[in-house]
C-alpha cells in the first residue's frame, strides 16, 4: 500500500514563481490536509477537506490554495511564492467513521524560496 | 482557541535514562489525544493515542502516555530510552467531532549513546 505520495520531495522556487505541490492518497479516506513545518514551530494547518468538493481554511493559509476535485488527490498551490513560505509541507489523510482522527502522512515536500 | 503547549524544546539523555515529555493543551471539550514521532530523514508516524477509557496508553517501541483530565496532560513517558529513540516528538489534539488536528511545536529528542 503506498499511502499518502508527495510530490515532488524537493524544490527551489524564485520569488514570485508559482507551484503546485501533489497529493495523493489510496485508502478511500475522506479527510485530508496539508501542514507546514518550521523549525520551533511544530505543524501549522494550511487547508483542510472532509470530502471530495469541499475545502476549508487551516490556520495559515494566506498564500495558498487547493482544490478537491476526488477522493484521492489533495494538490497545494502556491502563487507568487514568497521566502516566508520556505518550509517543509506535508499532506495527510485520515478516515471518517469511528471519529479515530488519527493522520497519515505523506513523506513531505522541502521547498525553499530564494 | 485550541492550542497545545510541549515543555521541552529539546531533550539530551544517555541511553537508559527514563524519560518524560510534557503535554499541555487549551479545549475545554471531549478531545483525543495523540503523540506523532518523526525519526531523521522520515515523516510522522503514530507513536499513541487516547480517545476515551483508561487514561494510561501504551504505544510503540515501549512508550506509554497519561492522560489527565483534571490538569489537560497528556505527557509522554518511556522508563528506558535508547539511541534508536533519538527522534522529534509531537503532542497533538483534535477536538472529538471536530477536523482539525493542532500540534505542539514538538520536541527534539537525542539519546547518547
Known amino acids: 500500500n503506498a499511502g499518502v505520495t508527495q510530490t515532488p520531495k524537493f524544490r527551489i522556487l524564485k520569488i514570485g514563481q508559482s507551484m503546485t505541490l501533489q497529493c495523493t492518497q489510496d485508502m478511500n479516506h475522506n479527510y485530508m490536509y496539508w501542514y507546514r513545518q518550521d523549525p520551533g514551530m511544530g505543524l501549522k494547518l494550511i487547508y483542510y477537506s472532509v470530502g471530495a468538493g469541499i475545502t476549508d481554511k487551516g490556520e495559515v493559509p494566506n498564500g495558498y490554495n487547493v482544490s478537491r476535485s476526488t477522493t484521492e488527490d489533495f494538490p497545494l498551490r502556491l502563487e507568487l511564492a514568497a521566502p516566508s513560505q520556505t518550509s517543509v509541507y506535508f499532506c495527510a489523510s485520515s478516515e471518517t467513521g469511528g471519529n479515530t482522527g488519527e493522520l497519515f502522512f505523506g513523506e513531505g515536500s522541502r521547498l525553499t524560496v530564494l | 482557541a485550541q492550542s497545545v503547549s510541549q515543555h521541552n524544546h529539546h531533550v539530551i539523555l544517555s541511553e537508559a535514562a527514563s524519560l518524560e515529555l510534557g503535554c499541555n493543551y487549551s479545549?475545554?471539550?471531549?478531545?483525543?489525544l495523540f503523540w506523532y514521532v518523526q525519526y531523521p530523514g522520515q515523516h510522522l508516524q503514530l507513536l499513541l493515542k487516547y480517545f476515551s477509557g483508561d487514561p494510561l496508553v501504551k504505544g510503540i517501541k515501549g512508550f506509554e502516555a497519561e492522560f489527565i483530565k483534571s490538569k489537560f496532560s497528556f505527557n509522554l513517558r518511556k522508563p528506558s530510552v535508547q539511541w534508536s529513540d533519538t527522534a522529534e516528538y509531537f503532542c497533538a489534539v483534535l477536538n472529538t467531532g471536530g477536523f482539525k488536528t493542532i500540534f505542539g511545536a514538538g520536541t527534539r529528542l537525542f539519546v547518547k549513546a
Open positions: 479545549y475545554g471539550g471531549t478531545v483525543n
